[in-house]
């Protein structure tokens, strides 16, 4: 009786401990300050650094799987995408000491600090973790400018918010790996955000918002660029001011002529 007490305010002690991370990490959204944190130019998004708690965030990178672990799905189209990233397919493949940040970044209270900035009612996480979970970029990988696409095939919602954590202590000018946000057309880079540890990225994604690193990586051979993206929908679709392309669509990259990995604009879909 007296392991079963034990136990059990051990579980309750660890619920109020991610609460309370994740009522911090709600708070630093609520509180991006404009033109700091929060830009509207070229398209919505917030940076906040120091996102989780500090033992919070060396727990993340303590428990980040190597890259021989099996857990990964490695793409490589040398034009546009070289990289690996977990294969989830529910909240229980997900590694202990990477859970709970899932979970504080699926909860309720993150999404309605999100949908207050961004004026995006109703968020919805993805409990399939379609694309979404962890992601390595590896010396020489790069991902290539695109929009995502748009349509989430097994609850027919629509994509709106990308959410990304890095990972990556140590980041030096010259390792490359920066985010960049491109103007409406893909042509040309606006910005760079530089992917350091613990940061939080989140950005408004629809068929203007061109995003992504195209220049191989340059990190050092025992480094390898970390991170964690999520992303959110809702079951309204994306405004037309923000939609291109009415129909489901892929990733659709702008080295293929703004058309997804087969040739097309759209795609069957479910």
């Not at 509207?40 to 120091?50: A, L, N, R, Y």
Request: hydrophobic share 35%; glycine share 6%.
């Amino acid at each position: 009786i007296i392991i079963k007490k034990t136990i059990l305010k051990q579980l309750i002690m660890n619920q109020l401990k991610i609460k309370n991370e994740a009522l911090q990490c709600a708070k630093k959204i609520n509180d991006a300050i404009k033109d700091k944190e929060f830009f509207t130019e070229p398209f919505k998004h917030i940076v906040v650094d120091d996102f989780f708690s500090k033992n919070f965030a060396a727990e993340l990178l303590n428990k980040f799987p190597r890259t021989d672990e099996n857990v990964w799905e490695r793409t490589h189209d040398e034009d546009i995408e070289i990289k690996l990233r977990t294969n989830w397919s529910s909240e229980f493949d997900i590694p202990d000491g990477i859970v709970d940040a899932i979970r504080i970044l699926n909860s309720s209270l993150i999404l309605k600090a999100m949908s207050k900035q961004f004026q995006i009612n109703k968020l919805i996480p993805d409990p399939y973790f379609s694309g979404g979970g962890l992601n390595v970029t590896v010396n020489s990988g790069l991902l290539g400018v695109h929009v995502d696409g748009n349509y989430h095939d097994a609850t027919a919602l629509n994509r709106r918010i990308n959410a990304i954590v890095y990972l990556n202590p140590g980041w030096k000018d010259g390792w490359g790996g920066e985010f960049g946000l491109y103007d409406s057309t893909g042509e040309k880079l606006l910005k760079k955000v530089a992917p350091l540890f613990n940061r939080l990225v989140i950005f408004d994604t629809n068929d203007y918002s061109f995003h992504g690193l195209p220049d191989p990586l340059n990190f050092p051979s025992n480094e390898v660029r970390k991170s964690i993206i999520l992303y959110y929908y809702t079951k309204e679709g994306r405004p037309e001011s923000q939609t291109r392309i009415d129909q489901p669509h892929s990733a659709l990259w702008k080295k293929r002529g703004n058309r997804d990995k087969r040739g097309n604009e759209s795609r069957d879909f479910q």
